[in-house]
């Protein structure tokens, strides 16, 4: 069992940047690779970045490659998403997900632990 808990969410203007946290309970944090999707009102769940077991492999969504970079510590149990040059359709609440068995899935039903998400408000 896995309880994640994102943090660090909140209001930026367009352009700006902003890291979100995701802090896993339990010693087996490493065993998880990680992922990271966002839902906007009115719209499905949708992929924004994974991370391998170790941190040496990651996979975004090409809406976000080159703007936003996952990278996790696994001594901290911790994994983050830097989002720089943000834009308004970036709006979204953040989740952060585990997933014991695939790896690097862009599959939301892939992921067997869920956090309860983080706001981010991306404003023109």
């Known amino acids: 069992q896995v309880q994640l808990v994102e943090s660090g969410g909140g209001l930026v203007q367009a352009g700006g940047s902003l890291r979100v946290s995701c802090a896993a309970s339990g010693r087996t944090f490493s065993t998880y690779a990680m992922g990271w999707f966002r839902q906007a009102p009115g719209k499905e769940r949708e992929f924004v970045a994974t991370?391998?077991?170790?941190?040496?492999?990651?996979r975004y969504a090409d809406s976000v490659k080159g703007r936003f970079t996952i990278s996790r510590d696994n001594a901290k149990n911790t994994v983050f998403l830097q989002m720089n040059s943000l834009k308004p359709e970036d709006t979204a609440v953040y989740y952060c997900?585990?997933?014991?068995?695939?790896?690097?899935?862009?599959?939301?039903?892939?992921?067997?632990?869920w956090g309860q998400g983080t706001q981010v408000t991306v404003s023109s």
């Open positions: 997900a585990a997933d014991q068995n695939f790896g690097l899935s862009i599959m939301p039903n892939t992921y067997t632990y």
């Open positions: 991370i391998n077991r170790s941190g040496g492999i990651t």
